[in-house]
């Protein structure tokens, strides 16, 4: 039985890849959520409370997990607080966001990487906008923008650092997707992208790559 951690099930993304991983009976997922609450009911998924902007949350969910053996980390888990026509910096929010999307999600997964098997996966959930390849990268959403790019640049030091753990380290941008963040006009289901991190999850990809849709993408 394989083991894997997801954290911000509650909705959206996260939401609909726990729903599709755990029809495997052969699957235990631990989710993670704010409250601690999650719909899904089944047998071999629990949902733990988590608050990737609090260390002292990160600590009481790493000893919960306690020595518990791995086999994949799907960071989920973050926030876009500005307007989709926002530019200008607001330092409070740019706070807030690098808490979550950045220095949280490295505080948990740096705690988690003794805990991997052999041949486990790191795949972290970042997005287009984190790209410096994508089309008017540089226009609105500065916070969140910044903080998916370190979080890019974050995956590429990981797989580096991991290469002789057995350890595959991956970005993935999941496109826009019809979630809270992303709104009901996006152009993505949740369901095809949990499918993506599925098949993603599913082979033993070469370490350190921006994927979407199957394909390694452009940084």
Same mark, same amino acid.
């Given at each position: 039985?394989? %083991?894997?951690?997801? &954290?911000?099930?509650?909705?959206?993304?996260?939401?609909?890849?726990?729903?599709?991983? %755990?029809?495997?009976?052969?699957?235990?997922?631990?989710?993670?959520?704010?409250?601690?609450?999650?719909?899904?009911?089944?047998?071999?998924? $629990?949902?733990?409370?988590?608050?990737?902007?609090?260390?002292?949350?990160?600590?009481?969910?790493?000893?919960?997990?306690?020595? &518990?053996?791995?086999?994949?980390?799907?960071?989920?888990?973050?926030?876009?607080? $500005?307007?989709?026509?926002?530019?200008?910096?607001?330092?409070?929010?740019?706070?807030?966001?690098?808490?979550?999307?950045?220095?949280?999600?490295?505080?948990?997964?740096?705690?988690?990487?003794?805990?991997?098997?052999?041949?486990?996966?790191?795949?972290?959930? %970042?997005?287009?906008? #984190?790209?410096?390849?994508?089309?008017?990268?540089?226009?609105?959403?500065?916070?969140?923008?910044?903080?998916?790019?370190?979080? @890019?640049?974050?995956?590429?030091?990981?797989?580096?650092?991991?290469? @002789?753990?057995?350890?595959?380290?991956?970005?993935?941008?999941?496109?826009?997707?019809?979630?809270?963040?992303? !709104? &009901?006009?996006?152009?993505?289901?949740?369901?095809?992208?949990?499918?993506?991190?599925?098949?993603?999850?599913?082979?033993?990809?070469?370490? #350190?790559?921006?994927?979407?849709? !199957?394909?390694?993408?452009?940084?």
């Amino acid at each position: 039985m394989k %083991t894997g951690i997801i &954290t911000g099930c509650s909705r959206g993304i996260g939401f609909a890849t726990v729903d599709l991983l %755990t029809e495997n009976e052969n699957m235990k997922i631990i989710g993670t959520s704010t409250t601690g609450n999650c719909a899904i009911t089944k047998s071999n998924f $629990e949902c733990f409370p988590l608050n990737l902007s609090k260390s002292k949350s990160i600590n009481d969910f790493a000893n919960l997990i306690g020595n &518990t053996k791995i086999d994949f980390l799907v960071n989920n888990a973050g926030i876009l607080l $500005e307007n989709w026509n926002e530019s200008a910096i607001n330092l409070e929010y740019l706070r807030q966001t690098f808490n979550v999307n950045l220095f949280g999600t490295i505080e948990l997964t740096e705690k988690l990487i003794p805990n991997f098997n052999k041949n486990g996966q790191i795949i972290n959930i %970042t997005s287009d906008w #984190g790209s410096f390849s994508e089309k008017n990268f540089d226009e609105f959403q500065p916070h969140y923008k910044m903080s998916k790019a370190a979080l @890019n640049m974050y995956t590429k030091l990981l797989a580096k650092r991991l290469e @002789n753990q057995n350890i595959i380290v991956s970005s993935f941008d999941p496109g826009w997707t019809q979630t809270d963040m992303g !709104g &009901t006009d996006a152009t993505r289901k949740p369901q095809e992208v949990a499918n993506d991190i599925k098949n993603l999850l599913s082979n033993i990809p070469e370490s #350190g790559n921006f994927w979407h849709q !199957g394909k390694i993408r452009a940084w």
